[in-house]
């Protein structure tokens, strides 16, 4: 049984990058063949950020979302695993991320999560380390061997990696959260997660 993943583009800044990253990210993981993948572009979708005083957390199921994120929060309600796509912005994430992840709360638990960035010099890391401890908090399983893609500007062309050992990282990536999608879905089904 295939795992469904969902890919999230994180920036909707103008002149982004990361629907390029996360249009490679999703052909390997299409061609790894243990998933069914959707890309969620978060430019496509209308975040608040402005949260009501009550958090998902202790609203249960019933937590009001506005009707433009529902797309987004039905492919987190029906994913096995993730692909979070992220720059680095002032060495954290955008904005835009942190509102699509405060508006859900059991759509990350026990699911796991990986992560591609992308950035400066550090190749985005600073916005991963920050992702971590966020999803974490939420009950979600980060996945160890992420994908970084140091001075993208210079490191990518005709939308494509330049390093040729970024297909083998991205195997690995993927090796990973199959494993971790496959026993976290089957321990959810045989058993409620006590969040």
């Avoid at 993730?82 to 699911?111: G, R």
């Avoid at 971590?132 to 996945?143: D, G, K, R, S, Y």
């Avoid at 993927?174 to 879905?185: H, M, P, S, T």
């Amino acid at each position: 049984m295939a795992n469904k993943l969902v890919i999230i583009v994180g920036s909707v800044r103008d002149g982004r990058f990361g629907p390029a990253v996360g249009s490679w990210v999703a052909e390997r993981a299409r061609e790894h063949g243990g998933f069914e993948v959707e890309v969620v572009d978060l430019a496509d979708v209308e975040i608040p950020l402005s949260l009501p005083a009550e958090s998902p957390k202790y609203a249960g199921d019933g937590y009001p979302r506005p009707a433009g994120m529902a797309v987004l929060t039905s492919a987190l309600e029906g994913a096995d695993a993730f692909v979070i796509v992220t720059p680095e912005y002032n060495h954290s994430y955008p904005a835009s991320l942190k509102a699509a992840i405060d508006w859900h709360f059991t759509q990350w638990t026990a699911k796991p999560v990986a992560f591609v960035s992308y950035g400066g010099a550090a190749g985005g890391r600073h916005a991963v380390l920050h992702l971590e401890n966020v999803l974490t908090e939420l009950h979600a399983v980060t996945i160890r061997d992420g994908l970084a893609f140091p001075n993208y500007f210079t490191a990518w062309e005709d939308g494509l990696p330049l390093d040729p050992q970024a297909p083998a990282y991205a195997k690995t990536l993927l090796d990973q959260l199959a494993w971790w999608a496959g026993a976290l879905r089957r321990a959810r089904e045989a058993e409620p997660y006590p969040a």
